[in-house]
């Protein structure tokens, strides 16, 4: 097993669907990380779990809710979103937040949005 | 603001050659600095992690500098081969209590056979 796996790999949703990404992390971490990527933007941070708790939300719009049931698990639930939401969602995890520890990505979720 | 710069965006360079891939950032009060390599399509892989008070790291044909006070890492590159193809990410961890990381646009290497 890869050390952080992400599922589905593709999603294509309407605007007005509900629909949830999944990451999963092996590697007994306590942070969990969604990062949104754009074409030819730098990679940005969206939310952050430490030991469960969020910890950082980055002004993210109200359509992303995250949810993290325990330290291996987290969830990124889209719904209505809009076409300019169509990304890679990156999920990445660290030993802790806050420590200088070394970031660890999954393959990530490819969103588009009709 | 933290803001971090990876520059040329694009290179394109024969097979064997030794290359070297630049990032700069404006805040010197940096953590850390990790260089990441992202395949087409895929998530990012760490390559090499430099806390601040180190001055390189190198894994295997790679080999990562840091000069905090310039503002500037550099991600050499030793006998390039067609399958370090990818594009080339560093992140700057600026510290504090979160240590957030700032990532930069990224260098897209292509090694030609």
């Known amino acids: 097993e890869t050390g952080v796996t992400q599922t589905p790999r593709h999603l294509v949703m309407g605007m007005t669907n509900k629909k949830s990404l999944k990451c999963e992390q092996h590697l007994g971490h306590n942070a969990m990380y969604w990062y949104k990527q754009s074409a030819k933007k730098p990679l940005e941070l969206m939310f952050v779990?430490?030991?469960?708790?969020?910890?950082e939300n980055n002004s993210v719009p109200s359509r992303f809710s995250p949810e993290c049931p325990n330290s291996s698990h987290l969830f990124l639930h889209l719904h209505t979103l809009q076409p300019e939401d169509s990304a890679l969602y990156l999920c990445?995890?660290?030993?802790?937040?806050?420590?200088?520890?070394?970031?660890?990505f999954g393959e990530g979720s490819r969103l588009t949005v009709l | 603001k933290q803001e971090v710069t990876q520059i040329p965006a694009a290179l394109s360079v024969p097979e064997g050659e030794n290359l070297v891939l630049n990032c700069s950032f404006t805040?010197?009060?940096?953590?850390?600095l990790q260089w990441f390599r992202q395949d087409p399509g895929k998530g990012l892989t760490s390559l090499l992690l430099i806390q601040s008070s180190q001055r390189e790291q190198t894994s295997g044909r790679l080999n990562a500098s840091l000069d905090k006070s310039s503002g500037r890492s550099t991600l050499y590159i030793a006998a390039s081969q067609p399958g370090d193809s990818a594009t080339y990410l560093c992140?700057?961890?600026?510290?504090?209590?979160?240590?957030?990381?700032?990532f930069g646009t990224g260098t897209l290497l292509a090694v030609q056979p």
């Open positions: 805040d010197s009060a940096i953590y850390n």
């Open positions: 990445a995890s660290s030993p802790s937040y806050g420590d200088t520890g070394e970031l660890f």
């Open positions: 992140a700057v961890g600026n510290g504090g209590a979160t240590n957030k990381l700032i």
């Open positions: 779990y430490n030991f469960k708790e969020q910890t």
